[in-house]
């Protein structure tokens, strides 16, 4: 399933990557669907940084699927390796269950979109196969795995889209 975000920030890129890299930790406490962000590990690298953050969400699991995910599953890592040369990452995310059932990838860029303003633009899979994970009868797997990656998706995606808008608000309120 495709993962896809664009929106444009009315900040230079330059401070739009710096912020999107290096402050998510506090930029978190202006999105409705995260409770908080952890950065676990920061390792500068040659052109860039490679970053492990956690992510803590909050939501309203549905009911379909409150057998399979339950509340303290709402985290997950984020892998990214920035690029400071291309204005942009490449990050997978993982969840803490269903690690070898799920895979997230893709890739963030950051372009010029006029005088003072930048357009992120991310596009990412997800793919989730429930088949192996203990809990899920063999024979609702391709009934229940589809509400799963919808359910994961709808996650995300507006996280996704939501991080722009609470970046911009936070970038407005003076980065602080």
Known sequence: MQINSSSVIPQPR??????????????ARFMPNI???????REPIDGGIKLHNEWIG???IPR????IIKPEMLRWDDYA???????GCR??????????????QGRTRFL???????RVILAGTLDISLKDIPGVPRLLAGTVGP????????????NLEQVNTSLANYLKAGGV
């Open 14 to 27: 330059e401070r739009v990557f710096r912020a999107y890299r290096d402050e998510m930790s506090a930029v």
């Open 35 to 41: 409770q908080q962000i952890n950065v676990v590990k």
């Open 58 to 60: 909050k939501g309203e």
């Open 64 to 67: 379909p699927v409150q057998g």
């Open 81 to 87: 390796t920035w690029d400071d040369a291309a204005w």
């Open 91 to 104: 990050w997978e995310i993982k969840i803490r269950v269903f690690t070898d059932a799920m895979s997230c």
């Open 112 to 118: 010029e979109e006029g005088p003072g303003s930048t």
């Open 147 to 158: 509400l799963v990656e919808k359910f994961i998706v709808a996650l995300i995606t507006p």
